[in-house]
């Protein structure tokens, strides 16, 4: 059996015949998704469903993120290989600084969604209990732009951003990279570039189900198939877009698929969860085996019965409410941690 990067994924042609039957999708979160009109992305329809999603995923109005006042809510101009890249920088209101910063990267499979649109969740369920700000990237999607141009705005974000922690209220020291779906996967890249160019340090790393192999060939891959919310079909052509004549290359750059790096060595601790009824279960369970083989911090939810988006699509179902339970008890505890060791004298 053929390893994927060594990381002890089974992988190879050989498996749409051995993949057994789907895991189970949890009662509530298959009631929700049985009035879901699933249609996978192809490169034919690409754009028609990109215009689809553009409308029916509208960008909140900086007034509206204030929500009467309790947040502060700015966009800020970035500049970027040539180009500008919008932070849309946010906190909750009358909370003293410097306060620990959430840099998040949406999801989307690397060709829909914005920056604007997960700020109130995210305002709501991270920024207010954890009295943390967060910026959100609107970096380029595809196939508009291609590989780099999504991770190099992501990281001149990052670089100006702990560049200018004073004049935004933040401790540089304690900046989690984050990030959902496509948003997850760039959180991850983000880690490995910061690390590779000598950038500024995240404090860790939240990935929520990111996606990671551009090569779509893992056991869940090929169970998910025709099932789950994103599956191999959307995700063969999220990949295409991103990567272009790359595509299916050997020499995929492990800052466009971090499951195509080697060295996982000197990372920030990470927090990775995922579904066991998802396409990329298979990808993230190896990918925190790999953090854990090369030394690294590493904690992993496997969420039994949870598809691909799931405390999205069902917000309310006690699987997604433990997801989000987990996940903020996480970023406390590391938040916590680091206001200790930085400050003992507090």
């Known amino acids: 059996m053929d390893l994927a990067s060594g990381f002890g994924?089974?992988?190879?042609?050989?498996?749409?015949?051995?993949?057994?039957?789907?895991?189970?999708?949890?009662?509530?979160?298959?009631?929700?998704?049985?009035?879901?009109?699933?249609?996978?992305?192809?490169?034919?329809?690409?754009?028609?469903?990109?215009?689809?999603?553009?409308?029916?995923?509208?960008?909140?109005?900086?007034?509206?993120?204030?929500?009467?006042?309790?947040?502060?809510?700015?966009?800020?101009?970035?500049?970027?290989?040539g180009q500008d890249?919008?932070?849309?920088?946010?906190?909750?209101?009358?909370?003293?600084g410097p306060l620990p910063l959430l840099f998040y990267l949406h999801g989307g499979g690397m060709i829909m969604g914005n920056a604007w649109s997960v700020l109130p969740r995210l305002l709501r369920e991270l920024a207010l209990p954890l009295k943390s700000a967060v910026i959100s990237v609107e970096y380029p999607l595809a196939p508009q732009t291609r590989h780099p141009g999504p991770i190099e705005a992501c990281y001149s974000g990052f670089v100006w951003a702990a560049a200018h922690a004073s004049e935004l209220g933040i401790d540089a020291a304690r900046i989690v990279v984050a990030g959902?779906?496509?948003?997850?996967?760039?959180?991850?890249?983000?880690?490995?570039?910061?690390?590779?160019?000598?950038?500024?340090v995240p404090l860790g790393q939240l990935l929520l189900s990111p996606m990671l192999d551009d090569r779509n060939n893992t056991c869940s891959s090929h169970?998910?198939?025709?099932?789950?919310?994103?599956?191999?079909?959307?995700?063969?052509?999220?990949?295409?877009?991103?990567?272009?004549?790359?595509?299916?290359?050997?020499?995929?750059?492990?800052?466009?698929?971090?499951?195509?790096?080697?060295?996982?060595?000197?990372?920030?601790?990470?927090?990775?969860?995922?579904?066991?009824?998802?396409?990329?279960?298979?990808?993230?369970?190896?990918?925190?085996?790999?953090l854990w083989r090369a030394g690294g911090r590493a904690e992993l939810h496997v969420w039994s019965g949870a598809c691909h988006g799931f405390d999205t699509y069902a917000p309310q179902a006690t699987l997604s409410q433990d997801a989000r339970d987990a996940r903020t008890r996480w970023l406390r505890r590391i938040l916590e941690q680091s206001a200790v060791s930085n400050h003992p004298a507090r």
């Open 180 to 200: 959902k779906s496509a948003g997850g996967g760039l959180a991850a890249a983000l880690a490995l570039l910061t690390r590779d160019r000598g950038g500024p």
């Open 85 to 96: 890249v919008t932070l849309v920088s946010a906190r909750p209101a009358g909370v003293g």
């Open 223 to 290: 169970q998910m198939a025709g099932i789950d919310t994103w599956d191999r079909t959307s995700n063969s052509t999220a990949w295409q877009a991103l990567l272009g004549d790359q595509y299916g290359a050997d020499d995929v750059s492990p800052y466009a698929a971090p499951a195509r790096a080697t060295d996982l060595s000197g990372l920030p601790p990470a927090y990775i969860e995922v579904g066991s009824a998802e396409t990329f279960r298979d990808e993230d369970v190896a990918y925190a085996n790999a």
């Open 9 to 81: 994924v089974p992988s190879g042609p050989h498996l749409s015949s051995t993949a057994r039957g789907a895991p189970p999708i949890d009662a509530e979160l298959g009631a929700a998704l049985g009035r879901l009109k699933a249609e996978p992305f192809t490169p034919e329809n690409l754009v028609a469903r990109q215009e689809r999603d553009a409308a029916a995923r509208p960008r909140p109005a900086l007034k509206d993120l204030r929500a009467d006042g309790h947040f502060e809510v700015e966009e800020l101009r970035v500049p970027s290989g």
